[in-house]
């Protein structure tokens, strides 16, 4: 049952082959027998409960139902959730519980979903690994798969066994491990420059990150407020879909959603590839791509041209200069949003009382770890009035050519294009901490954040495993507000493949019986 797809285990309970409450206890034992994977930040059994006990009624009364009724979610520990303490994994939001819902989560909850729990990230969102994060590292479940690790062994000798574990990729890696595991059937995350994507594709399950606009950003506790999308992950293309139309339009708490109506929509099971055109970018063969994700990248590229569609070479020239640009506007955005944390309405406040000055000063350097601070001074820098113009004003000028790239791209009968996600599988933890952030994520980011900065929609989809028996996924990135279009492109390749993201589930079923349960890392 936990193994199911979203739309698979919804009919099955219309069925009534099963109850939302026994699901709900289901996928909260699996938690806690899996929580050696830091997954969860909180996990909200009584809310759970409750809320599945009130789809049950629905069901019994035969009620009109939600079209998420009785599935179990989980939520980014950023967004805003009433009642439930929501941290950014910093012990900056110490103690802190908001009086509303994000938008996202709203809908959720007005379609029926039950909320499991809210998940681990990298500290404020910023990290491309999920292992900056004040309750410690997310770990990956692939980690856990019998393959990997008889060839992790066969390769290297285990240097811990207790370390000798690979991440899941970031910021929202917590919402990733908790689909790819199996302890819920959709989970939200945050994307700014591939913090959905990165991660799905590093757990073998679909990430997308929508069209900036279409879905509300309300609640989302920002990061970079002209880049920043809810991203959604789920275990197959059908069920991004599904959830894109409970999510997606308008919203009056936020001016940046479109006014346009939005219209749910159903993907076809038969698509005819003939009048498709798909490009590739050749600035996307960057350094440091592994040989087996180029592979697997020229096998689709051959795989779309045997089904009849039209495969291009297309050229997007400024995208080298896109990740430094990435970092001037990704930094000033983040001073300007971190001055809102200065210990006085909410969260931590430092017990220095010297001045009010000192105060601040103390607060914010307890409350933010090193990767935070150093986003806000090199924002600070940038923002400063001699560095203004030669930071961030041709930083955005950049922007703008970034964008206007895939304008012409597309423009040309281009209707998708087809990229690495990432230049590799998931790195071993060990491997990954030996560099700082600032280079971790524009490693980890290079073939992601370009949609953001141009506001178009992507998707990865797992596409394969490397030879050490991890997800490789691919992107497909389309035009602005054509999601019906790029995920049926997407859901085609995923019927190709027959990619089972949770082909490893009964070895993770054994390893949580032998695992101790992890302590969180806590400081709260």
Not at 108 to 125: S, W
Not at 137 to 158: D, F, G, L, Q
Not at 175 to 190: E, L, N, P
Request: proline fraction near 5%.
């Amino acid at each position: 049952m936990l193994g199911l797809s979203l739309r698979e285990v919804a009919a099955s309970l219309r069925q009534r082959q099963v109850s939302p409450t026994e699901l709900c206890q289901k996928c909260l034992s699996f938690i806690k027998e899996t929580s050696f994977l830091n997954a969860y930040i909180t996990v909200t059994e009584d809310t759970a409960l409750k809320q599945a006990a009130a789809a049950d009624q629905r069901f019994k009364a035969g009620q009109p139902l939600g079209e998420l009724d009785g599935i179990p979610i989980a939520i980014k520990d950023n967004f805003s959730t009433q009642g439930i303490e929501t941290t950014c994994a910093s012990r900056m939001l110490k103690g802190y519980i908001p009086p509303y819902n994000a938008t996202v989560v709203q809908k959720f909850l007005d379609q029926g979903a039950v909320l499991m729990g809210k998940t681990n990230l990298d500290e404020f969102a910023m990290g491309s690994g999920s292992t900056d994060s004040i309750f410690g590292p997310v770990k990956n479940p692939w980690s856990y798969a019998k393959h990997y690790r008889e060839k992790r062994r066969a390769s290297h000798p285990v240097i811990n066994e207790d370390s000798d574990w690979v991440i899941t990729g970031g910021s929202s890696g917590g919402s990733a491990a908790a689909v790819s595991s199996g302890t819920c059937y959709v989970a939200i995350g945050s994307d700014t420059g591939g913090s959905t994507r990165n991660p799905a594709s590093h757990c073998g399950i679909v990430g997308l990150k929508p069209t900036y606009g279409l879905v509300s950003r309300h609640g989302l506790i920002p990061l970079v407020n002209s880049m920043d999308v809810p991203g959604i992950l789920t275990r197959c293309v059908d069920d991004a879909a599904t959830v894109l139309g409970v999510l997606g339009g308008h919203d009056p708490d936020d001016s940046t959603t479109v006014q346009d109506p939005f219209a749910p929509f159903q993907l076809p099971d038969i698509t005819d590839m003939s009048k498709l055109c798909i490009g590739i970018p050749k600035e996307y063969h960057a350094p440091g791509l592994c040989t087996e994700t180029l592979l697997l990248w020229s096998k689709t590229a051959d795989l779309f041209e045997n089904a009849g569609a039209k495969v291009v070479e297309v050229s997007l020239p400024h995208t080298p200069y896109s990740i430094v640009c990435y970092h001037v506007l990704c930094t000033a955005e983040v001073a300007s949003n971190m001055a809102r944390f200065d210990g006085l309405e909410y969260g931590h406040r430092s017990d220095i009382n010297d001045s009010t000055d000192a105060m601040y000063a103390a607060t914010r350097r307890e409350g933010f770890n090193d990767v935070v601070r150093g986003r806000i001074l090199s924002g600070n820098f940038f923002l400063l009035k001699q560095n203004y113009e030669q930071y961030f004003l041709k930083a955005q000028k950049v922007r703008r050519l970034i964008a206007d790239d895939f304008v012409k791209v597309f423009s040309s009968g281009v209707q998708v294009l087809l990229t690495p996600t990432t230049l590799g599988d998931a790195a071993p933890y060990w491997q990954f901490i030996q560099e700082d952030n600032r280079t971790r994520s524009a490693q980890e980011d290079v073939f992601t954040q370009c949609a953001n900065m141009a506001g178009l929609p992507a998707v990865t989809v797992p596409a394969g495993l490397s030879s050490q028996g991890l997800p490789i996924g691919l992107q497909f990135i389309g035009q602005a507000f054509c999601e019906q279009q790029l995920l049926t492109v997407a859901k085609w390749f995923e019927k190709q493949t027959d990619f089972c993201s949770l082909e490893f589930h009964k070895i993770l079923e054994d390893a949580s019986k032998t695992k101790q349960p992890s302590k969180s890392a806590s400081v709260l």
